[in-house]
């Protein structure tokens, strides 16, 4: 059973508007959480990361928020540009013993429209 | 250059050749990690390994040996590599204090 989930496999937005990317988590015990973006035939590289202790974090144009009651969070991008066109996946990290070990959801392909 | 090296990016082999991916980090990062990409399902994380001469089992380890020698290297063993192992795979590093791991370019395996 996947712990971390993104529902929407695919996005498509026009230039200058919002994207909103969503992912929702079962396991109550995650308390770090991150946004990884990958283009093709790329690694994925890290983009923006939210502590559990707060519900949102601003970098540029990308913002992320995190509502813990509904174990749900969305990274925004404001305004979206064709380079943002990739596929994103939100990750998940409970601090244990075990060291950081990074929960991964399905992926969201973004594709921003001229 | 900060980063995180696989070899090779693109292999075929057959069912059973034994077969190694390698993986090199220049950050001097304690963790390192492989995982494997595949359609709907995300990165799933295969074996990770927190320092030297210490590693530990994934959620998708069957049918993957690993290695931590040094603090560098991290390779990828498929002893009897099998189809469902036809998979891209990741390998990735990071600081022990930190989860923003790094991630290098991928390896896209298939096994026939």
């Known amino acids: 059973d996947q712990q971390v989930k993104q529902n929407s496999p695919s996005l498509s937005v026009q230039e200058g508007r919002i994207s909103i990317l969503n992912c929702d988590y079962t396991n109550s015990m995650f308390d770090y959480f991150l946004w990884y973006k990958k283009y093709p035939a790329e690694g994925p590289t890290f983009l923006i990361s939210i502590s559990s202790i707060k519900d949102k974090n601003e970098d540029g144009r990308f913002t992320v928020f995190l509502n813990k009651s509904a174990k749900h969070l969305s990274l925004h991008i404001v305004p979206s540009q064709p380079g943002d066109s990739a596929v994103y996946f939100c990750a998940a990290s409970a601090r244990n013993n075990a060291g950081n070990m990074l929960t991964f959801g399905g992926g969201t392909r973004l594709m921003v429209k001229p | ?112």
């Open chain 2, 1 to 112: 250059e900060a980063q995180v090296t696989q070899n090779p990016r693109y292999l075929i082999t057959v069912t059973g050749k034994k077969l190694t991916v390698t993986c090199s980090q220049n950050m001097n990062h304690e963790y390192m990690s492989w995982y494997r990409q595949d359609p709907g399902l995300g990165l799933r994380q295969i074996y990770y390994s927190m320092n030297v001469e210490v590693t530990d089992k994934g959620d998708v380890p069957e049918g993957y040996k690993v290695s931590r020698k040094e603090k560098r290297n991290f390779p990828l063993i498929l002893e009897s590599p099998s189809p469902n192992q036809t998979s891209l795979y990741f390998c990735a590093s990071s600081l022990w204090d930190r989860t923003e791991a790094f991630f290098g370019q991928g390896t896209r395996l298939t096994v026939v």
